[in-house]
């Protein structure tokens, strides 16, 4: 069946350095992809998405770019902060999202 | 702002209770969706249902079931709790088929 796979699972980056966050899909009927965001201990909740007729969406300090080719698409976060510090999990949808297994991104000091 | 809601954050039940976890939203969604999180696992989807009285099985229903008698509301039933399904359970609601609205989450622990 479809499956994203998300890399890495873990992501350690100093304070003010970037991070990026990779994921893969099957289902290249794919046609939405979003990122979410889950701080510790509260709901995950939408960040950015993107729309397959779209390379790259900026928000601030958040990006994501897409390569349907490839089918893979990636989460950028500039200038780190330390409420920065969360899972982040992608997704892809077709008509149903199918979620990657999420990325601990961790924020050092 | 999109509303969604659960009936406990935390619940401790033992081996063969019946369990009911309830969710409400109060957006008019049309989609609601159940989920377990367990650390390095991510968001599995137990069911889901785009209508009243509808349902569709996820990627892991077994142990589960569901009941949507309003549209608001979106219940998840465990016949016979095992130790198994400790876990965290989400509840999200989505108009159309995009982006997904998540309730707080129930910690479930079953002894």
């Known amino acids: 069946g479809e499956n994203v796979e998300q890399h890495p699972s873990t992501l350690s980056v100093q304070e003010g350095d970037s991070a990026v966050i990779k994921c893969t899909y099957s289902?290249?009927?794919?046609?939405?992809f979003p990122w979410y965001k889950q701080e510790l201990g509260k709901r995950p909740q939408l960040i950015i998405d993107?729309?397959?007729n779209v390379g790259e969406k900026k928000d601030q300090r958040i990006a994501v770019t897409l390569n349907k080719t490839a089918k893979h698409f990636s989460l950028h976060i500039t200038e780190t902060q330390p409420e920065d510090s969360a899972v982040y999990f992608c997704?892809?949808?077709?008509?149903?999202?199918?979620w990657g297994a999420g990325t601990k991104l961790i924020i050092k000091p | 702002d999109v509303k969604v809601t659960q009936s406990s954050r935390y619940l401790v039940k033992r081996t063969g209770e019946k369990v009911f976890l309830e969710c409400v939203q109060d957006m008019d969604h049309e989609n609601m969706f159940w989920y377990r999180q367990d650390p390095g696992l991510g968001l599995r989807l137990i069911y889901f249902s785009y209508d009243v009285k509808m349902k569709e099985k996820g990627d892991i229903p077994e142990g589960y079931s569901v009941s949507r008698e309003k549209k608001e509301r979106f219940s998840l039933i465990l016949e016979s709790a095992s130790t198994n399904q400790t876990s965290m359970y989400l509840c999200?609601?989505?108009?159309?088929?995009?982006?997904?609205?998540f309730g707080p989450g129930t910690r479930l622990t079953v002894l």
């Open positions: 999200a609601s989505s108009s159309g088929l995009l982006t997904q609205y």
């Open positions: 997704a892809a949808s077709n008509y149903q999202l199918i």
């Open positions: 993107i729309r397959s």
């Open positions: 289902d290249s009927a794919s046609n939405y």
